[in-house]
């Protein structure tokens, strides 16, 4: 089983940055290996869980969703375990709790929320305008 758990949520003003930090264990997590990946996911109030990034183990690929291209960015460190989002350029729509979500590799893509197998409990965010 993954475990996950998320840090670096908080309260920022419109435009400013933040960094959010995932840090994985478990005997399942092939962090780095060669399938899967880790994602992040928000959830709005009232809303649907939401793609914002993601990145593959086999070829370092990141993807994001329009919302956020150019602004956010994932990345990783396998020393580690952790993977990050550095986000800049914050607006009020931002505001969500971000989660982490293991993509064991297998099935639906990688920007698809089926696809996930294991979630962390999450961290708010808050952008005041």
């Known amino acids: 089983q993954v475990q996950l758990v998320e840090s670096g949520g908080g309260l920022v003003q419109a435009g400013g940055s933040l960094r959010l930090s995932c840090a994985a264990s478990?005997?399942?997590?092939?962090?780095?290996?060669?399938?899967?990946?880790l994602g992040w996911f928000r959830q709005a109030p009232g809303k649907e869980r939401e793609f914002v990034a993601t990145?593959?183990?086999?070829?370092?690929?990141?993807y994001y969703s329009e919302s956020v291209k150019g602004r956010f960015s994932i990345s990783r460190d396998n020393a580690k375990n952790t993977v990050y989002l550095q986000m800049h350029s914050l607006k009020p729509e931002d505001t969500a709790i971000y989660y982490c979500?293991?993509?064991?590799?297998?099935?639906?893509?990688?920007?698809?929320?089926?696809?996930?197998?294991?979630w962390g409990p999450g961290t708010q965010v808050t952008v005041s305008s």
């Open positions: 990145i593959r183990w086999s070829d370092d690929n990141a």
């Open positions: 478990g005997r399942t997590c092939r962090f780095g290996g060669l399938v899967g990946g």
């Open positions: 979500g293991h993509h064991p590799g297998a099935r639906y893509s990688f920007t698809d929320l089926r696809g996930y197998d294991a």
